[in-house]
């Protein structure tokens, strides 16, 4: 089965920047579509982003609108990781960040059902 582990969280101050990776143990991740998620304090777990898989012809990556032009996710060359990267954070970015993998090959949904491998997430926390 899939293992995913998420690292690179951590305590920032408003601006700052973050990357995050998610890794996988004994698998690629090239042929997965990957999405990003993440649980505020008190709200429902969000879904962030999404990259199809590598050379998929269909599908592409999708960003929700609240974090459109600040969050980048992108994968390794070697297939085993893929990032997120943020800039300008802010301090409503602050939450448990969480990687998941769908053996669909093109994006589905931004639905928790929809992805069969989940990472143990890892916290970000923006001060202002």
């Known amino acids: 089965q899939l293992q995913l582990v998420e690292s690179g969280g951590g305590s920032v101050h408003a601006g700052g920047t973050l990357r995050l990776s998610c890794a996988a143990s004994g698998l690629t991740l090239d042929y997965y579509a990957i999405a990003w998620f993440r649980r505020a304090p008190g709200k429902e777990r969000e879904g962030i982003v999404c990259?199809?898989?590598?050379?998929?012809?269909?599908?592409?990556?999708i960003y929700a609108d609240s974090v459109k032009g600040r969050f980048t996710i992108s994968r390794d060359n070697t297939g085993t990781t893929v990032f997120l990267q943020i800039n300008n954070l802010k301090p409503e970015d602050t939450a448990v960040y969480f990687c998941?993998?769908?053996?669909?090959?093109?994006?589905?949904?931004?639905?928790?059902?929809?992805?069969?491998?989940w990472g143990q997430g890892t916290q970000v926390t923006v001060s202002s």
């Open positions: 998941a993998a769908t053996h669909w090959p093109v994006c589905p949904e931004a639905i928790d059902s929809h992805y069969d491998y």
């Open positions: 990259t199809s898989a590598r050379h998929s012809s269909e599908g592409g990556t």
